[in-house]
């Protein structure tokens, strides 16, 4: 059996899609980085080590539920700088050194870049440090160049890529500081936007970030121009600034709120809850079954038995009799606005607690499925849950748009000569010469 890695659901092996969400199964060959976007705030809060702004959402059942359609989720990749810690901050983090060494350890000064004491000046006379334009320019950098290694080939700084909407070909260099710099401005919308509506970091993730910067040596990024107090300030504003300011503004208590009643409306309207087990109408290599076939009967006939033995037994023990794991997993809890449109209309046309089989021909590959619709109330967590999901799905393109005119109003200066010194393809340089 395989699984899903986006939602969670088992198929068969031969399947090349989910059916469930719709991901592909087939690996593709890695591509140049995607043109950056605007952060977006993930509708659930950072959990792990590797902070992605967008996570899926855990629901009952351990399910992990989508929260944009994944060919959205590929485009926006590269411009989410909370993905900066799955690439080269484990050569940069000292794992053997504990906190009380960390502190312990004598302050220097970075030396290698001798620029000015500022990188830029906006607002009514407001700067941003070298050392923290150096610290943004470095998420960046870890951001693209080993988030997206493999795709460079021999000599990356040689290569140029597509960026912004117009799709202007930059060298490698040059995207890496024209996205730090894109990703500064909007870093600064966002703080004005916090401090004028007094809205704070979300304590939890703050918190996790805190945590994180203790495991650092003092030293850490001294050799590519600025201190672990520059980096802090770098990474907490690209990590938290988003999801602050959005859900502070239509979170519970915020200026522009949105009361339960429309919430639970849309949660009724939209949200699915099911369980299934889908077989693919293909043989062994893959190839689409005649619907006259022995091999297509004997899997109409088995889903058949799958729904009898359902009614005698229960869903939950034939999902384990054909998957041959526990039905812990089977639950899917999601937008139907997320989910392949024929699945969603085929989940709806079955009645809350029943089951029924449904054929998907008009698929890439097509599948045969048991489904048992659930009630999406049968579990008193669902809804509270599902909140920032259906906030980020109803709210974030008006807030996103306002985010965007504002960057494009801000006044801000940056000087000339730290941006040309400030040459990520130096940072490459260092790190593998450690």
């Not at 994180?212 to 770098?234: E, H, I, M, R």
């Not at 293909?282 to 038995?305: F, R």
Request: aromatic letters at 10%; hydrophobic letters at 35%; one cysteine or more.
């Amino acid at each position: 059996m395989k699984t899903c890695s986006t939602c969670g659901m088992h198929t068969e092996d031969h399947a090349s899609f989910c059916p469930c969400c719709g991901a592909s199964f087939v690996v593709s060959q890695p591509t140049p980085p995607p043109t950056p976007i605007p952060t977006e705030p993930s509708p659930k809060p950072v959990a792990s080590p590797a902070l992605p702004f967008f996570e899926e959402k855990e629901k009952k059942g351990g399910h992990a539920l989508p929260i944009v359609i994944l060919s959205v989720l590929a485009t926006v990749a590269v411009g989410l700088s909370a993905l900066w810690l799955t690439g080269g901050l484990e050569a940069m983090l000292n794992r053997d050194a504990t906190p009380e060494k960390a502190h312990t350890e004598e302050t220097k000064q970075p030396t290698v870049h001798p620029l000015p004491a500022v990188a830029a000046t906006y607002g009514d006379g407001q700067e941003l440090s070298t050392q923290q334009y150096l610290a943004y320019l470095y998420l960046e950098f870890e951001n693209i160049y080993y988030n997206m290694y493999e795709s460079f080939g021999t000599n990356p700084w040689e290569q140029e890529f597509p960026y912004g909407d117009d799709g202007e070909k930059l060298l490698l260099s040059d995207y890496i500081v024209r996205a730090t710099q894109d990703n500064i401005k909007r870093q600064i919308v966002l703080q004005q936007m916090m401090e004028d509506y007094d809205i704070d970091w979300i304590a939890d993730e703050e918190e996790e970030i805190d945590q994180l910067l203790t495991t650092l040596k003092k030293d850490t990024f001294l050799d590519v121009g600025f201190d672990n107090n520059a980096y802090g300030y770098a990474l907490k504003n690209a990590n938290l600034n988003e999801r602050s300011t959005f859900y502070g503004l239509y979170g519970k208590g915020g200026a522009r709120a949105v009361d339960e009643l429309t919430l639970r409306q849309y949660f009724v309207t939209n949200y699915l809850s099911y369980k299934m087990i889908s077989i693919p109408l293909t043989d062994a290599g893959g190839q689409v079954l005649d619907v006259n076939s022995e091999a297509y009967e004997e899997i109409l006939a088995k889903m058949s038995h799958y729904q009898t033995l359902c009614q005698e037994s229960g869903f939950d023990a034939v999902y384990a009799l054909h998957t041959g794991e526990a039905a812990e997993h089977a639950r899917v809890d999601v937008d139907a606005s997320h989910m392949d449109p024929a699945l969603a209309q085929a989940v709806r046309a079955v009645p809350i607690g029943d089951t029924a089989i449904v054929e998907f021909t008009e698929t890439a590959t097509p599948y045969i499925a048991l489904i048992q619709r659930l009630d999406i109330y049968d579990t008193n967590e669902l809804f509270e849950n599902s909140v920032e999901e259906i906030l980020y799905t109803t709210c974030y393109e008006a807030f996103d748009s306002e985010v965007s005119e504002a960057v494009k109003r801000l006044a801000i200066a940056f000087d000339d000569k730290v941006v040309a010194e400030g040459k990520p393809e130096e940072f490459a340089m260092i790190l593998e010469n450690r």
